[in-house]
């Protein structure tokens, strides 16, 4: 299946451990610097994809990943040395990994990508913010 949508441009963010919690995010008897917000209202920006990096650990990657219609270019598949696990928070995608049939996701719809598995975006919808949360569980000494 062709992929629907273009491709764009992408923004990396590093909010990592030095990030501040959104006031909005904390709740009372809550600690501040324990409670972040991985935040529905979206700014559609000016269009690129924005990843932003929650937390980093040497064996975990939590990211937050906006996407406004974008696609994976059919010659560019993600491959990586590492799991991923992606759940989506907003919005509504689909994605192919090799060898496997095309899989929608749905809000709060979620899937493993294996390490070294090719895979390819094919749909992010256009009109409203998809935002996903993707967990790289990374390997000792990768």
């Not at 949508?5 to 009372?28: E, F, H, N, V, Y």
């Not at 600690?31 to 991985?38: M, V």
């Not at 809000?107 to 895979?119: T, V």
């Amino acid at each position: 299946m062709a992929p629907v949508g273009s491709p764009r441009s992408a923004k990396r963010r590093d909010l990592g451990q030095g990030a501040q919690p959104c006031p909005t995010a904390t709740a009372a008897g809550t600690d501040p610097a324990q409670l972040a917000n991985t935040g529905f209202a979206i700014d559609m920006g000016d269009g690129d994809e924005t990843f932003e990096a929650l937390l980093r650990r040497d064996d975990v990657v939590i990211e937050r990943i906006i996407s406004h219609g974008h696609v994976t270019p059919l010659d560019q598949p993600h491959l990586q040395p590492h799991d991923e696990w992606v759940i989506l928070l907003q919005g509504a995608a689909r994605l192919l990994v090799e060898g496997q049939p095309e899989r929608r996701l749905a809000m709060g719809e979620h899937m493993l990508i294996a390490a070294d598995a090719r895979h390819w975006v094919t749909f992010t919808s256009p009109s409203e913010a998809t935002v996903w949360l993707a967990v790289h569980l990374m390997r000792a000494g990768g």
